[in-house]
């Protein structure tokens, strides 16, 4: 079936430190992936995303680039700040069952990063 | 523009009790997630609504929990005689009809307490 799987938190960094949150995934067919944060007390919000292999996603200094040899979609940054500390779930869209499009998410890492 | 509203941001109930959350969507919005989070487990997908019509409910509990989504007025998902296992962050999503079901907009979440 159709999963993801990402790195366990908590990842604790001091500012302006190189980020990776690994992500892997399995699925189907031609999956989208995508990443979306959670700050404190918030809902999620959409990071970035791609659709086929060899995209990368990019916002907020953030990227991930969809890798199908490796069905990974590993998010980078290269100098993290406070305000990044939040939740990051990374999730796969694909068909299921019946035919809808349907999200599936990891369990979230969870970042602090340190002044 | 309002985001996705979700109320109450903190509901407090007595084992036994019925939970009530409430999720307006985004304007023009007519399809809703909900989603449950809990520390261990993630997010975990309950619901899929479009107006008037349950499209996807796999990962709803076959009892005690119902979900509907009327024609005028926000969606509802109901918690009959809840538990205490029932306690968790409620987050309901929502997204623009007919295309993508994928990029997903999320309310603040209930934070359900069952005492």
């Known amino acids: 079936g159709n999963s993801v799987t990402q790195m366990e938190g908590p990842v604790t960094l001091s500012e302006e430190a190189f980020l990776t949150i690994n992500c892997t995934y399995t699925?189907?067919?031609?999956?989208?992936l995508f990443w979306y944060v959670q700050y404190p007390g918030e809902g999620l919000q959409l990071l970035l995303k791609?659709?086929?292999a060899d995209d990368k996603g990019s916002n907020k200094g953030f990227e991930a680039t969809y890798r199908k040899e490796t069905t990974s979609f590993h998010l980078e940054k290269g100098s993290v700040q406070v305000s990044d500390s939040a939740v990051y779930f990374c999730?796969?869209?694909?068909?299921?069952?019946?035919?809808?499009?349907?999200?599936?998410w990891g369990l979230g890492t969870s970042l602090a990063v340190n002044p | 523009n309002a985001g996705v509203m979700q109320n109450p941001r903190h509901l407090v109930r007595r084992r036994g009790q019925e939970a009530r959350l409430r999720c307006s969507p985004m304007?023009?919005?007519?399809?809703v997630y909900w989603y449950r989070q809990l520390p261990e487990e993630g997010l975990k997908f309950m619901v899929y609504?479009?107006?008037?019509?349950?499209?996807?409910e796999s990962g709803m509990p076959k009892e005690r929990f119902s979900a509907e989504f009327p024609k005028e007025g926000p969606s509802i998902l109901r918690i009959q005689q809840v538990v205490r296992g029932d306690s968790a962050a409620y987050f309901c999503?929502?997204?623009?009809?007919?295309?993508?079901?994928?990029?997903?907009?999320f309310g603040s979440g209930t934070q359900l307490s069952v005492l």
């Open positions: 999503a929502s997204s623009p009809p007919g295309g993508l079901n994928e990029k997903l907009f």
């Open positions: 304007k023009g919005h007519s399809h």
């Open positions: 609504l479009q107006k008037e019509n349950i499209i996807d």
């Open positions: 699925a189907t067919g031609y999956p989208s």
């Open positions: 791609a659709t086929k």
């Open positions: 999730a796969l869209s694909a068909r299921n069952a019946g035919n809808n499009r349907k999200l599936i």
